[in-house]
């Protein structure tokens, strides 16, 4: 049913239940798996190029480690990801366009994650990958 499974991670909790589960769909189809963090631009304001560059030194860092826990998680299943990619820019249109450009015909990806109370004002990721992927869209809770 699904070839290729794109499951977006960004370490919260919900996103760690959509890795399961999309690990879990992966077996049961035997589909292909690929995982993808989207970092979001460091925020300009005003101070020193030093603070800039440790800000974005410990998102890399960040995201290097959930990276390597979705990896050891997946690999504790007897899976591997198709490919394990890391984006810089806007969340909802990463996913989007990743989903589209690897040819994934399932997104599985959390219901709240890091965006906390933006979400609120702006929109729920979740809720904007699934108006506008072009492919099914599971949201885990």
């Known amino acids: 049913m699904f070839r290729h499974i794109l499951v977006a991670f960004e370490g919260s909790a919900s996103s760690r239940k959509a890795l399961d589960v999309a690990l879990t769909v992966a077996e049961a189809f035997r589909s292909k798996v690929s995982l993808l ?3 979001e631009y460091v ?3 005003p101070g020193d190029i030093g603070e ?3 800000e974005k030194r410990l998102q890399n860092e960040y995201y290097a480690k959930i990276q390597r826990e979705a990896r050891e998680a997946a690999k504790l299943r007897g899976l591997d990801f198709e490919r394990a990619d890391l984006l810089m820019g806007h969340v ?3 996913i989007i366009d990743h ?3 690897v040819q994934c015909d399932l997104i599985v990806m959390g219901h709240s994650g890091r965006s906390g109370a933006w979400a609120s ?3 729920s ?3 904007k990958v699934s108006r506008y992927a072009h492919c099914t869209v599971m949201i885990v809770r």
Request: proline share 5%; hydrophobic share 40%; aromatic share 10%.
């Open 99 to 101: 989903a589209k450009e």
């Open 125 to 127: 990721t979740a809720e």
């Open 37 to 39: 963090s989207v970092e």
């Open 43 to 45: 925020p300009r304001f």
């Open 121 to 123: 004002f702006l929109g």
């Open 92 to 94: 909802a249109r990463g």
């Open 52 to 54: 800039v560059k440790e």
